[in-house]
């Protein structure tokens, strides 16, 4: 963030309940493929780099709730 001021762009911090990439999430995540499996989803309008790859993601990753 300190790099991205220095450059004039502005950055914010956003404000979430969990610690999204930690095993603090271990707890909840049950519950949130539950709540995903209600979810319509549909393949993305522009590619998606995967954070679990590096790579563009597919269809069929974006598309589950594993993901």
């Not at 271990?26 to 679990?52: H, I, K, Q, W, Y």
């Amino acid at each position: 963030a300190a790099v991205l001021a220095e450059r004039g762009v502005k950055t914010r911090r956003l404000t979430v309940s969990h610690a999204f990439h930690s095993p603090l999430m271990d707890p909840m995540l049950e519950e949130f493929r539950t709540v995903l499996a209600s979810v319509a989803f549909a393949a993305p309008a522009v590619p998606v780099v995967s954070n679990l790859t590096g790579g563009v993601a597919s269809a069929e990753e974006l598309c589950s709730p594993e993901y």
